[in-house]
């Protein structure tokens, strides 16, 4: 199974303040189509997950561009731009290029 | 609007056996693969099984293979997992989705306890 590797495990912020996320995989996640099956999600307390951000980059409906992806291959990053109290909560990397597909560990976004 | 609306969870011994239930809506269900994923309380996410769109083909984690079923009524637009020899590991709070994790129930919780 791909392992993907989120760091860091939680990150303190303040409000207005930048972040990033890192997420690394134990194998390239590029298709045999050429795209790259590299999603974010982002799970606040008691709710279930909602993806932001799928194909390395692209952004869901209604997600702010205050987020953005990029990376390639193994190596990928989420930032968040002038965090916001409702951007709390736990981000996960997931990969749907191969079977099976694998989560990330979460990276808690908690304020400062 | 998608919506996805699992039930069926509860508390059960183990060795029990459970039904889940999703019901979707907003979408043309009968196009699309379903997934499920599961959470321990406390912990992260797992993917567990999938199932074809017509139902032909289905897969599954190694965890959960040969205990659990995933099937579908494309009719009722509704996704199923059939839990059997249910073990204190198998609590957890069960989602499903659609592929790529782009839309999610709101979860069951399945409680498996003496």
């Known amino acids: 199974d791909v392992v993907m590797t989120q760091t860091p495990p939680s990150l303190s912020v303040a409000i207005g303040q930048s972040v990033s996320i890192s997420c690394k995989s134990s194998q390239s996640l590029v298709y045999s189509d050429g795209k790259t099956y590299l999603h974010w999600l982002l799970q606040s307390s008691g709710r279930s997950p909602k993806r932001l951000i799928y194909?390395?980059?692209n952004l869901d409906s209604g997600v702010p561009d205050r987020f953005s992806g990029t990376g390639s291959q193994k190596d990928f990053t989420l930032k968040i731009s002038r965090v916001e109290a409702k951007d709390l909560g736990v981000y996960y990397c997931?990969?749907?290029?191969?079977?099976?597909?694998?989560f990330g560990a979460g990276t808690k976004l908690e304020l400062k | 609007e998608v919506k996805l609306v699992e039930s069926g969870g509860g508390l059960l011994k183990p060795g029990g056996s459970l039904k889940l239930s999703c019901v979707a809506s907003?979408?043309?269900?009968?196009?699309?693969?379903m997934h499920w994923v599961r959470q321990a309380p406390g912990k992260g996410l797992e993917w567990i099984g999938e199932i074809e769109y017509d139902g032909t083909e289905t897969n599954y984690a190694p965890s959960i293979k040969d205990r659990f079923t995933i099937s579908r009524d494309n009719a009722k637009n509704t996704l199923y997992l059939q839990m059997s020899s249910v073990r204190s590991e198998d609590t957890a709070t069960y989602f499903c989705t659609t592929p790529g994790f782009a839309y999610w129930g709101q979860g069951t919780l399945v409680t498996v306890s003496s």
């Open positions: 997931a990969q749907t290029t191969h079977f099976p597909p694998t």
């Open positions: 907003g979408f043309t269900f009968s196009n699309y693969w």
């Open positions: 194909q390395v980059s």
